[in-house]
């Protein structure tokens, strides 16, 4: 789909728009879309603590659906609904998405600062629902902290929070994540 889309693209940038379009987030996204949270057989605890709504749960959930319509009707029906569900993002980005903690590392190296530093500070909630504490160092830039229901996103928006010292956070590229 990719390579159809954007022919004339280079490999580093039709990779990053390919992890941007598998990742956790773009699996969640379009569970939700599509409603799929209403429909997943959970036990009563996870059920009372909001599993309709976890997006472990929904990716899971839309990975499941891809795969049970590959099994039942071939690659062409997983393929269809891949496309239906996954070009209005693919074709919504004339840029390459590149995320805040790349943005970060792309900016720190460019000005010989070393590579940004990644530490969980600890994370709390129930199982179902934690909430991760995450600090970045940049040498020269300080520290920032962050909070997030997974520590990848967490260690987004620590990123995230170190680039708009830089004044680079709006570089025109998209943040997702």
């Not at 990719?2 to 990742?23: K, M, T």
């Not at 049970?68 to 393929?79: K, R, S, T, V």
């Not at 600890?122 to 300080?142: D, Q, R, W």
């Amino acid at each position: 789909m990719l390579c159809e889309a954007f022919p004339d693209e280079a490999e580093g940038a039709l990779s990053q728009r390919f992890s941007a379009l598998v990742r956790r987030e773009a699996l969640e996204g379009v569970a939700r879309r599509i409603g799929l949270g209403r429909h997943l057989a959970l036990g009563r605890s996870e059920e009372a603590g909001g599993g309709r709504e976890n997006p472990a749960n929904l990716e899971d959930a839309c990975e499941a659906v891809i795969g049970a319509l590959y099994l039942d009707g071939g690659l062409a029906a997983a393929e269809r609904f891949v496309r239906r569900h996954w070009e209005p993002a693919m074709s919504a980005a004339p840029e390459p998405p590149r995320d805040a903690k790349t943005r970060l590392q792309e900016w720190t190296q460019a000005r010989a600062l070393g590579l940004p530093a990644y530490r969980t500070l600890g994370a709390s909630g129930p199982a179902h629902a934690p909430v991760f504490e995450i600090e970045a160092e940049v040498a020269g830039l300080g520290r920032a902290h962050a909070s997030g229901a997974t520590k990848r996103a967490a260690e987004q928006e620590a990123a995230a929070a170190l680039l708009a010292r830089t004044g680079a956070a709006g570089s025109g590229a998209e943040d997702d994540g």
